[in-house]
């Protein structure tokens, strides 16, 4: 099955498949993001919206989270519940092809980066989308070895995506133009940040 049309399948169950992820650990994911009140936050993948509300709240009503997921149905189920958020904009958009109405302060791809085909490409893409000083977070709620044998379970085009080791991801960042590269993975989470110059 192509990745599109499963994440597309995926919309209806999204909650349940992510209902073990609780606030204590999105708050350890805000905490090593550093947000702040008036960011503008691109939340690429963002799926049913698991972090709206949290980045929502964290930046309140002078920032902007621009929702983007390239599958319909994962977005029409994230504005279902959050579309009543004043700092929410939701965007149908592949990350290739990501434009925002403004450059932004932060960019974060929790569980989705993965699952872009050209990992450089959407990498230089999220880049061009940020200020100088810009952050990049990529994120994973679990620990990478469990994510990608449940991505082998799956099959299909899916079973390609494979999380790379930080130090794959690293060189990867660095190649693009990040520095200020800080990561680190347990049995829990995995976690890197970097910084557009
Ligand atoms: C595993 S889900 C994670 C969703 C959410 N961030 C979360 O943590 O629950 C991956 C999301 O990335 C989206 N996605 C995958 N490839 C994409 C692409 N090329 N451009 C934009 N979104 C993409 C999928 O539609 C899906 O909603």
């Known amino acids: 099955m192509d990745r599109f049309v499963f994440f597309e399948e995926q919309a209806k169950w999204w909650d349940e498949v992510i209902s073990d992820v609780g606030d204590e650990k999105i708050s350890m994911l805000l905490e090593n993001m550093s947000v702040f ?9 963002t799926g049913t919206g698991l972090l709206i509300p949290y980045l929502s709240k964290a930046i309140g009503s ?48 929790n569980g989705c980066f993965p699952h872009f085909p050209d990992k450089i ?24 070895e469990e994510i990608n044998q449940k ?7 899916i079973a390609r995506d494979l999380i790379p080791k930080l130090s794959e991801l690293e060189i990867m960042l660095r190649q693009v133009g990040f520095e200020s590269v800080v990561m680190f993975e347990d049995e829990d989470v995995y976690f890197s940040k ?3 110059p």
């Open 121 to 144: 490409g959407a990498l230089k893409a999220i880049f061009d989308a940020l200020l100088p000083g810009g952050i990049l977070v990529i994120s994973h709620l679990s620990s990478r």
């Open 62 to 109: 002078s920032g902007m989270v621009y929702a983007l997921d390239f599958s319909p149905a994962m977005l029409r189920e994230a504005k279902n519940k959050f579309g009543y958020l004043k700092n929410i904009s939701f965007i149908c958009v592949d990350v290739m092809k990501v434009t925002l109405p403004c450059l932004v302060d932060m960019a974060i791809c």
């Open 151 to 157: 991505h082998l379970e799956i099959g299909g085009e």
């Open 194 to 196: 970097a910084v557009k």
């Open 37 to 45: 009140k008036g960011d503008k936050i691109a939340d690429i993948g």
